[in-house]
């Protein structure tokens, strides 16, 4: 469970410390702050929200998950979406996740149970917010946003945006350090949930030289229902900067 300290407003029930960030009328109010979670033990877990003008009223909300050696910061410092949250009238949440790929890894830290059982339901609270969530990932985070949604399915789950989602369709493949080993992989292989993710509005994006392309036109063969995208560039953060807004409107639209 999460623990609750002070940092400005007190929310209990977000088990969060708040920190308020400056908000003018001109653009989305910022907030941030830090958690504690059994599921990463000893550790303060930073997020940051962009919300859109108060006067709308609670807002549909993006969970956004980082790649490899981001931070909750990434994603407004590094793919500013926080500049697209006026004009899709969406919430962006965004949360540290290290470097675990989102998963139950062996030494117990588990970042994506964390992002369920802790961030979500902070993030929640924040912007009064209960229907379907998006995920929404780069990289490792585009990964971490498959796999969540085939644990939280439907009713959790309204859209899915994974961005040169690092995918290896076998073990042998893998980069060294996202899985402990091969069982690891087999155990959180969404190539193995396409049946789950086949009920979600699915889009998969990704650069024609991006060392992860291949792997990702391979994932949408065996889920069809994606919209796959392939446009010129890398795997960098220029290429994910130029589609965020094309890719939060499409969110706004499942949503």
């Known amino acids: 469970m999460s623990t609750v300290s002070r940092r400005g407003v007190l929310l209990g029930a977000a088990g969060a410390a708040l920190g ?11 907030r941030s702050g830090t958690l504690r979670s059994r599921h990463w033990p000893d550790h303060d877990i930073r997020w940051e929200m962009a919300l859109p003008d108060s006067g ?6 993006v969970v956004v998950l980082h790649g490899k050696s981001g931070s909750a910061r990434s994603a407004f410092d590094s793919l500013h979406l926080d500049e697209h949250v006026a ?5 962006i949440a965004s949360v540290d996740g290290g470097d675990s790929y989102w998963h139950r890894r062996r030494s117990g830290v588990d970042t ?10 902070l993030a929640r609270n924040e912007g009064g917010y209960g229907g379907p969530v998006a995920l929404l990932g780069w990289s490792m985070g585009g990964y971490g946003a498959l796999l969540l949604a085939s644990q ?15 995918l290896w369709t076998g073990p042998g493949a893998s980069a060294s350090g996202a899985f402990d080993d091969r069982e690891d992989f087999v155990a959180h292989d969404v190539f193995d949930r396409a049946d789950v993710l086949a009920g979600l509005p699915v889009r998969l994006d990704c650069g024609d030289r991006d ?8 994932f ?3 889920l069809p229902s994606a919209t796959l995208t392939v446009y010129a560039g890398g795997h960098t953060n220029t290429y994910w ?10 969110i706004a639209k499942q949503l």
């Open 20 to 30: 308020l960030a400056g908000c003018g009328a001109s653009g989305p109010r910022r």
């Open 56 to 61: 709308r009223g609670a807002s549909p909300l």
């Open 152 to 166: 939280l399915g439907r009713e959790g789950v309204g859209a899915v945006v994974a961005e040169s989602a690092a």
């Open 241 to 250: 900067r130029e589609h965020a807004r094309g890719q939060l409107e499409w």
């Open 87 to 91: 004009a899709t009238g969406l919430t």
């Open 112 to 121: 994506g149970a964390m992002v369920v059982d802790d961030f979500l339901p």
């Open 220 to 222: 949408a063969k065996v």
């Open 211 to 218: 060392p992860f392309v291949a792997a990702n036109r391979a």
